[in-house]
C-alpha cells in the first residue's frame, strides 16, 4: 500500500520490513483506518520481557509503568528507523495477555501536517 507523505510516496510494505529488520514487532497494518490518504499508522507489540519484567500482576500501577516504558522505549526505536522529515507519535493501546505484549498504535505523518493532525489521527486509531 502507498502513501504520499509531502513530496514522497512511501511503500507501506517496505518501511514494515525496514522496522522488522531492526527487531521492531509489526502485528498489523492500519493505515486504511487512518481515514487519510498521508498518514501511516501500525500496531506494533513490544513483549513484556524487552521491559524488564518476567511476570505480571496485572495491578493498575504495574500496567500503567508497563505502558510508559513500551511508549517511550517503541518511540526511540521507530525515531531511528525513519526519516528526519517525517513525523510520528506512539501511544501504548492495550495489553495483550496472550503475546505477552504491550500493543501500541504508531502513526507516521510528514512534518508539515503532521504537527497538526496526527493526534487526531491517534485518536482515531484508539477506536479501531
Known sequence: MY????????????????????????????TNATKRDDAIGLRIL??????????????????????QKSQLLLAKKVGENLEPWMVYRVYAYRYDEVKQAI????????????HRKIDDVIKRLLDV
Open 103 to 114: 500493543v501500541l498504535n504508531v502513526v507516521i505523518m510528514d512534518q508539515i501536517v503532521g
Open 46 to 67: 513490544v513483549p513484556i520481557k524487552e521491559l524488564g519484567e518476567q511476570e505480571i500482576d496485572y495491578s493498575e500501577e504495574q500496567m500503567e509503568r508497563l505502558m
Open 3 to 30: 502513501r504520499l507523505l509531502g513530496d514522497e510516496v512511501i511503500d507501506t510494505d517496505e518501511l514494515i520490513e525496514k522496522l522488522e529488520q531492526n527487531q521492531i514487532i509489526v502485528a498489523e497494518n492500519v
